[in-house]
Nanobody
Framework: QVQLVESGGGLVQAGGSLRLSCAASGRTFSSYIMGWFRQAPGKEREFVAA????????YYTDSVKGRFTISRDIAKNTVYLQMNSLKPEDTAVYYC???????????????WGPGTQVTVSS
């Protein structure tokens, strides 16, 4: 089985930074487009960012452009999300998952990890 485990979340003041990690086990994700998603309480899960298997192409939702950077380490089978200039509206549980296409904003089924909580205070 493939397992994804997110980490790196925490409590941060507005304007601060966090770096999230998504570690995959069970098989390599080197050939997958990987994405970050987030979900606030009572709201639907939304797409945040995606990265190609080689890391040469990225795609972001408008609200995080210029602030968040997605990257990956193929050898470590790990995807990262560097979050700078955090805003209270970034507060959510963040998840990683393979995406169907580079710009689909949709996750492939059955790969969600437990997520990591990001809380940004005003």
């Amino acid at each position: 089985q493939v397992q994804l485990v997110e980490s790196g979340g925490g409590l941060v003041q507005a304007g601060g930074s966090l770096r999230l990690s998504c570690a995959a086990s069970g098989r390599t994700f080197s050939s997958y487009i990987m994405g970050w998603f987030r979900q606030a309480p009572g709201k639907e899960r939304e797409f945040v960012a995606a990265i190609s298997w080689s890391g040469d192409t990225t795609y972001y939702t408008d609200s995080v452009k210029g602030r968040f950077t997605i990257s990956r380490d193929i050898a470590k089978n790990t995807v990262y999300l560097q979050m700078n200039s955090l805003k209270p509206e970034d507060t959510a549980v963040y998840y990683c998952a393979p995406t169907t296409t580079m710009t689909s904003r949709q996750a492939r089924s059955g790969y969600w990890g437990p997520g990591t909580q990001v809380t940004v205070s005003s």
